[in-house]
T-cell receptor, first 116, second 109 residues
Framework: ETGVTQTPRHLVMGMTNKKSLKCEQHLGHNAMYWYKQSAKKPLELMFV???????ENNSVPSRFSPECPNSSHLFLHLHTLQPEDSALYLCASSQEYRGQGADTQYFGPGTRLTVL | GQNIDQPTEMTATEGAIVQINCTYQTSGFNGLFWYQQHAGEAPTFLSY??LDGLEEKGRFSSFLSRSKGYSYLLLKELQMKDSASYLCAAMDSNYQLIWGAGTKLIIKP
């Protein structure tokens, strides 16, 4: 069971483009996450929102801008990206933020981003 | 520093058993997670261990030794559909997840 959807699934953009990634969770969770997944590297946590408030921002470049309009939706706005930003961007949600045991994260299928 | 180690790739035969190891070093410990990720798909939750010992869920079992900073995922009666990456993640004292790079498991007929 995932209950987390992401669109688009694939995105190719130039370095001067502006695009947005969308995530929606249907699980009634209170926390949502953005991760970057590069080949053969651990998942990198980018942002965390708890009850629509940003609670984590792990030194992510300003060319990535998150938005959480409500507890079910999360966006990642992209602008002036670099080729090294090409990766799989995963969205996840959990019942609570930093709740032991209850903090199991459920992932969406990701957006495969290619920056030319 | 905080670190997770797991093998990059493993190969096993259909019908056999495979054990994927994970060692962790974290500031405090609040449990260990295993996820399965098929190529191009979402990571899916497999197990969570916080106490020492073995927990079994059908063909999959997960073991934890807190004193050794060690966990393994045991897959029995391997099927071709088990070909995937397996991600190990430990939760530290701040309830942050520290992720391994994943183990790619290749199942051969």
């Amino acid at each position: 069971e995932t209950g987390v959807t992401q669109t688009p699934r694939h995105l190719v953009m130039g370095m001067t483009n502006k695009k947005s990634l969308k995530c929606e969770q249907h699980l009634g969770h209170n926390a949502m996450y953005w991760y970057k997944q590069s080949a053969k590297k651990p998942l990198e946590l980018m942002f965390v929102y708890s009850l629509e408030e940003r609670v984590e921002n792990n030194s992510v470049p300003s060319r990535f801008s998150p938005e959480c309009p409500n507890s079910s939706h999360l966006f990642l706005h992209l602008h002036t990206l670099q080729p090294e930003d090409s990766a799989l961007y995963l969205c996840a949600s959990s019942q609570e933020y930093r709740g032991q045991g209850a903090d199991t994260q459920y992932f969406g299928p990701g957006t495969r981003l290619t920056v030319l | 520093g905080q670190n997770i180690d797991q093998p990059t790739e493993m190969t096993a035969t259909e019908g056999a058993i495979v054990q994927i190891n994970c060692t962790y070093q974290t500031s405090g410990f609040n449990g260990l997670f295993w996820y399965q990720q098929h190529a191009g798909e979402a990571p899916t939750f497999l197990s969570y261990n916080v106490l020492d010992g073995l927990e079994e869920k059908g063909r999959f079992s997960s073991f934890l030794s807190r004193s050794k900073g060690y966990s393994y995922l045991l897959l029995k009666e391997l099927q071709m559909k088990d070909s995937a990456s397996y991600l190990c993640a430990a939760m530290d004292s701040n309830y942050q997840l520290i992720w391994g790079a994943g183990t790619k498991l290749i199942i051969k007929p």
